[in-house]
């Protein structure tokens, strides 16, 4: 069973920058960051399948956040750029099979992928 340890959480101030790691414990076709602030449902930030580097990013961060994977060291980045408080919540690292990348990428449709981290906590403040 895969596992994932994500890394790089922090406070920080709005417009600030934070970059998060996910090392998985094995391969990982499609991995992806979801994001849980207090009181509202996980959300999906943005995915990448290891098919061509393909990645998908939410509208909500599209153009602030980006998600690159280093395949030699099986590790999965989210560079966080221009942080408001909104971006506020525990973001956790989470893998799939393929096809759940794919079926992000034709549809737009961000569900909640199989495996998961226990997550690294991102806070921002005004």
């Known amino acids: 069973q895969v596992q994932l340890v994500e890394s790089g959480g922090g406070s920080v101030q709005s417009g600030g920058s934070l970059r998060l790691s996910c090392e998985v414990s094995?391969?990982?076709?499609?991995m992806g960051w979801f994001r849980q602030a207090p009181g509202k449902e996980r959300e999906g930030v943005a995915a990448i399948w290891a098919n061509g580097g393909r990645s998908y990013t939410a509208d909500s961060v599209k153009g602030r956040f980006t998600i690159v994977q280093d395949n030699t060291k099986n590790t999965v980045f989210l560079r966080m750029n221009s942080l408001q408080p909104e971006d506020t919540g525990m973001y956790y690292c989470?893998?799939?099979?393929?096809?759940?990348?794919?079926?992000?990428?034709?549809?737009?449709?961000?569900?909640?992928?199989?495996?998961w981290g226990q997550g690294t906590q991102v806070t921002v403040s005004s």
């Open positions: 094995g391969y990982a076709d499609c």
């Open positions: 989470a893998t799939d099979r393929s096809a759940r990348c794919l079926d992000l990428l034709v549809t737009g449709d961000f569900r909640p992928f199989n495996s």
